[in-house]
């Protein structure tokens, strides 16, 4: 070894490099007081320029029938507010702005960066995006540029620049489109000033290339580097990329994105006081957006929750508590949701009748004040001629317009629960690190890219009726009575601290694996994974056991024959070739709860991986033992299935922290059945119960203050009792029993709470 090697500890504190726009987190209001709304925002995309005059003007009758009071405007004009490039043409912008201003229609103005003019691809080459086999891609859809290209990155603030000069003060205008989507179909661009970007980024990050050859672990494979000038993007390579550089890479990605957004965001700052979104995508693996959301005063969301699929509700509530949760607590805004179909899947469902509303209910209720759509006039070129619009093909004659027109009155009528709060006492930590750590790992557990584990047990509480936020790993926890932490990969002590802080006060917290398995570089956790969280859960893990699916009855030999000549592998069991694995509770309240799910009592079950872990001892002296228990199973693997190794062994563990508060370890992928039994267990303990105890099938209640909303997702009618208050939608009271036909809502402002 020719230099010394950096002490580990000096290469995993690398530099900060999150410094957002503006503190949003003091100074965010609600967004119904920056757009000035008195009822939820009713509108979608408007695309004018691909319409003549006469369209123009009809639109302008049809919003007014539709309730309209806010579109998004400019997205995709870039090409003709600068048709040369220098050259701008704005009129048209202004003027429209002005006829929406005098029809009372404001707007939300794109800084219309999000797809360059032609222009920029043939005189500036270079500005377009690389893949990582060093393929350039063309001009001729949209978002055709790389974010490191200094091309664009100029030419894109100059524009904003403009548009925030010319129209920031323009009445009509409420609030700023930064882009669109970022990252939707180039999130990572492997160009050379990509690369170039990347190794600034790096030096910023570990100053030296030693402390990056720490970081990275670069004695492995003989991947040393000696100059950070060798460094270069994880493009196409033999085999697999080194995973400490690929979770470094996923930050670049996020960080060169972000700061396209937040050069935006400065100068509309500078020229303009009206408040700054983006419109995020759900939970898009790509970028981290509790960082983007630092920077942006409205939290807006773009969902397409596919009509055949039976959990689509189950994504509306997902991405509702995910938005409330980036938002701080505070609504936020659907930006954009197809008014029936989409034109991207294989196949692509209408909308139910009466889906349109329904859906856009329960997004009010998980938080939004504003529904806008994708888009308001569906187009009758391009690639999105088959996407729904408001204003259908077939005009006002369709079942799309009735809707649409139906959900603008309704949500005429909701005034009262503009800026009214939801209130959790379940929560789930969600980390966007942690997810691009467990992506950028070579094995243990394939999870998904999507925040599967955390989506499953948001699903669970969801359809047990449960509200739930979603939070970050920094978040304060207590105040929580329940905390789930669905496969956070990476080892953060914070989280620990705050969830040993929750649990003292009587929190039940639940722990599932993969957690605690490398820390924020990549580097596995050594001496029993969970980390920092062995102290609050009581256990190690010291091992994982993916299972490998489904596979012939031979296992890997699929030749069914095989087995009658093969004497010395069919002797062979192979439990990992099994899809899942049996468990066992220990003890009576996990039976109980079992035994109440139905006769006879469903058993439990987990699939995909499990986990060897092992229970440490209490301390060895009297005193510390005494404030200090061990964990204790409450439910072990049987020999069934893919577990049979790990017979015996616990799965789920219980340990007591302080009067009541407990500290969950579940140590393997639990099926929805085991999921519901063990939260019907952990609720219990936690006091937790749904929103509206009791529900018929396929209805959801939500409460956002005083006002509650039932949203009956099934497709039979559903009798509720106990509803005493007055359904803002109809103005009806309702004294006790309500009846809510398929697929329809009831929006109460209770009066006897
Ligand atoms: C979004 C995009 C819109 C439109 C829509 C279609 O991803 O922001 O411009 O393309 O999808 O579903
Ligand atoms: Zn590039």
């Given at each position: 070894m020719t230099s010394p090697a950096p002490s580990a500890s000096a290469a995993s504190t690398p530099q900060p490099e999150h410094t957002p726009v503006f503190d949003t987190a003091a100074r965010r209001s609600a967004p119904h007081e920056l757009l000035g709304l008195t009822s939820p925002a009713y509108g979608g995309d408007y695309n004018p320029e691909q319409w003549d005059e006469a369209t123009l003007a009809e639109?302008?009758?049809?919003?007014?029938?539709?309730?309209?009071?806010?579109?998004?405007?400019?997205?995709?004009?870039?090409?003709?507010?600068?048709?040369?490039?220098?050259?701008?043409?704005?009129?048209?912008?202004?003027?429209?702005?002005?006829?929406?201003?005098?029809?009372?229609?404001?707007?939300?103005?794109?800084?219309?960066?999000?797809?360059?003019?032609?222009?920029?691809?043939?005189?500036?080459?270079e500005s377009l995006p690389m893949t990582a086999d060093g393929v350039r891609l063309g001009l001729g859809s949209r978002q055709q540029y790389c974010p490191s290209s200094t091309v664009y990155r100029e030419r894109s603030t100059a524009l904003t620049r403009v548009l925030a000069e010319r129209l920031g003060e323009h009445p009509g205008v409420v609030m700023w489109h930064i882009g669109n989507e970022y990252g939707c179909h180039?999130?990572?661009?492997?160009?050379p000033a990509c690369a170039q970007a990347f190794r600034a980024w790096l030096a910023g990050r570990y100053g030296d290339v030693e402390r990056l050859n720490a970081a990275w672990g670069t004695d492995f494979w003989s991947q040393r580097y000696t100059s950070l000038e060798q460094v270069t993007p994880p493009a196409a390579m033999p085999?697999?990329?080194?995973?400490?550089?690929?979770?470094?890479?996923?930050?670049?990605?996020?960080?060169?994105?972000?700061?396209?957004?937040?050069?935006?965001?400065?100068?509309?700052?500078?020229?303009?006081?009206?408040?700054?979104?983006?419109?995020?995508?759900?939970?898009?693996p790509a970028t981290d957006y509790w960082r983007w959301a630092d920077s942006l005063d409205i939290v807006s969301d773009d969902s397409y929750p596919d009509p055949a699929d039976p959990a689509a509700a189950h994504e509306v509530a997902w991405a509702g508590d995910l938005m409330r949760g980036l938002a701080g607590g505070r609504p936020?805004?659907?930006?954009?949701?197809?008014?029936?179909?989409?034109?991207?899947?294989?196949?692509?469902?209408?909308?139910?009748?009466?889906?349109?509303?329904?859906?856009?209910?329960?997004?009010?209720?998980?938080?939004?004040?504003?529904?806008?759509?994708?888009?308001?006039?569906?187009?009758?070129?391009?690639?999105?001629?088959?996407?729904?619009?408001?204003?259908?093909?077939?005009?006002?004659?369709?079942?799309?317009?009735?809707?649409v027109v139906a959900t603008g009155r309704a949500l005429k009528r909701?005034?009262?629960?503009?800026?009214?709060?939801?209130?959790?006492?379940?929560?789930?930590?969600?980390?966007?690190?942690?997810?691009?750590?467990?992506?950028?790992?070579?094995?243990?557990?394939?999870?998904?890219?999507?925040?599967?584990?955390?989506?499953?047990?948001?699903?669970?509480?969801?359809e047990t009726g449960i509200a739930t936020d979603v939070v970050p790993v920094g978040a304060e926890l207590t105040g929580y009575r329940l905390i789930i932490v669905p496969a956070v990969f990476i080892d953060r002590p914070e989280l620990a601290r705050h969830l040993e802080q929750a649990a003292a006060v009587d929190a039940q917290v639940v722990v599932a694996?993969?957690?605690?398995?490398?820390?924020?570089?990549?580097?596995?956790?050594?001496?029993?994974?969970?980390?920092?969280?062995?102290?609050?859960?009581?256990?190690?893990?010291?091992?994982?056991?993916?299972?490998?699916?489904?596979?012939?009855?031979?296992?890997?030999?699929?030749?069914?024959?095989?087995?009658?000549?093969?004497?010395?592998?069919?002797?062979?069991?192979?439990?990992?070739?099994?899809?899942?694995?049996?468990?066992?509770?220990?003890?009576?309240?996990?039976?109980?709860?079992?035994?109440?799910?139905?006769?006879?009592?469903?058993?439990?079950?987990?699939?995909?991986?499990?986990?060897?872990?092992?229970?440490?001892?209490a301390p060895g002296d009297a005193e510390a033992a005494q404030s200090r228990e061990s964990a204790e199973a409450v439910a072990v693997f049987d020999d069934r299935g893919g577990g049979a190794d790990l017979a015996g062994r616990p799965a789920i563990t219980r340990r007591a922290v302080g009067s009541a508060g407990a500290a969950w370890y579940v140590a393997a992928d639990l099926d929805a059945v085991s999921r519901a039994a063990l939260l019907t267990l952990v609720c219990a303990h936690a006091r937790v119960r749904p929103v509206v105890a009791d529900l018929p099938d396929g209805v959801e209640a939500q409460r956002r203050g005083e006002i509650l909303f039932l949203l009956n997702h099934g497709d039979r009618a559903a009798e509720v009792t106990g509803i005493v208050g007055t359904d803002l939608l109809t103005g009806q009271v309702c004294t006790g029993h309500v009846v809510l036909a398929p697929r329809s809502a009831l929006v109460v402002r209770e009066n006897t709470r």
């Open positions: 639109d302008l009758e049809l919003m007014a029938e539709a309730g309209v009071n806010l579109v998004s405007l400019g997205i995709f004009s870039w090409a003709r507010l600068e048709p040369r490039e220098g050259t701008y043409e704005l009129d048209w912008l202004v003027e429209l702005v002005g006829r929406l201003h005098d029809a009372g229609i404001a707007v939300d103005l794109a800084t219309a960066t999000a797809s360059p003019p032609a222009w920029m691809a043939t005189d500036h080459p180039t999130a990572e661009c492997f160009c085999t697999f990329h080194n995973p400490a550089q690929l979770l470094d890479w996923r930050r670049f990605c996020d960080h060169q994105l972000r700061s396209l957004m937040e050069a935006e965001a400065r100068i509309l700052r500078e020229h303009s006081n009206l408040p700054v979104t983006t419109n995020f995508m759900g939970d898009f936020w805004i659907l930006m954009e949701q197809a008014p029936s179909a989409v034109q991207w899947r294989g196949r692509n469902s209408p909308k139910r009748p009466g889906q349109l509303l329904l859906w856009s209910l329960a997004r009010v209720a998980h938080g939004a004040d504003g529904i806008l759509q994708f888009q308001w006039r569906q187009s009758r070129q391009g690639a999105e001629t088959f996407h729904s619009g408001m204003v259908p093909h077939a005009g006002r004659a369709s079942r799309t317009w009735d809707e909701l005034g009262p629960v503009l800026g009214e709060p939801v209130r959790a006492e379940a929560a789930v930590v969600l980390d966007w690190e942690s997810q691009w750590a467990m992506s950028s790992a070579i094995g243990p557990v394939e999870l998904g890219e999507r925040f599967e584990a955390a989506r499953a047990w948001h699903r669970s509480l969801w694996g993969p957690t605690g398995v490398v820390d924020a570089g990549a580097e596995a956790v050594l001496g029993g994974y969970l980390g920092s969280l062995r102290p609050l859960l009581g256990v190690r893990v010291t091992d994982h056991a993916a299972l490998s699916g489904p596979v012939g009855p031979e296992g890997f030999n699929n030749d069914s024959r095989g087995v009658l000549v093969n004497r010395l592998s069919r002797a062979v069991g192979t439990p990992a070739a099994e899809t899942w694995t049996g468990l066992e509770p220990i003890g009576e309240p996990l039976r109980r709860v079992l035994d109440r799910m139905g006769s006879p009592a469903p058993e439990l079950r987990a699939g995909g991986w499990a986990e060897e872990i092992r229970v440490d001892e």
